[in-house]
């Protein structure tokens, strides 16, 4: 079992940041990233990388406004978001898997944190 627990979220204005925070726990896992769920949409993959390595994947929406990162030390995963939009307003969850996977397919991530909301308004 992996425990994940997210914090950082919350509400910013058009264009502002914020970094969230991914407290992983319990077995070893491969990949890890953040996923994200509007309203009414399918859950989809933001960022994801290789634990350990600096393989990151990013989806085209995010690409060079958001980053993924992880402190291996303190096995905490994170994600800087600049230039944030309305369209970016979502719940976040934070997932995990004990392979190594490229894709940001959510059915191969079997673990998740409780989520945190972002709220961007313009």
């Known amino acids: 079992q992996v425990q994940l627990v997210e914090s950082g979220g919350g509400s910013v204005q058009l264009g502002g940041s914020l970094r969230l925070s991914c407290a992983a726990s319990g077995a070893t896992h491969k990949t890890w990233g953040w996923f994200r769920q509007a309203p009414g949409k399918e859950r989809e993959g933001v960022a994801t990388i290789l634990a350990g390595t600096d393989r990151a994947y990013y989806a085209d929406s995010v690409k060079g406004r958001f980053t993924i990162s992880q402190d291996n030390a303190k096995n905490t995963l994170y994600l800087q978001m600049n230039s944030l939009k309305p369209e970016d307003t979502a719940m976040y969850y934070c997932?995990?898997?004990?392979?190594?996977?490229?894709?940001?397919?959510?059915?191969?991530?079997?673990?998740w944190g409780q989520g945190t909301q972002v709220t961007v308004s313009s």
């Open positions: 997932a995990a898997t004990t392979i190594y996977i490229a894709a940001m397919r959510k059915e191969a991530f079997k673990y």
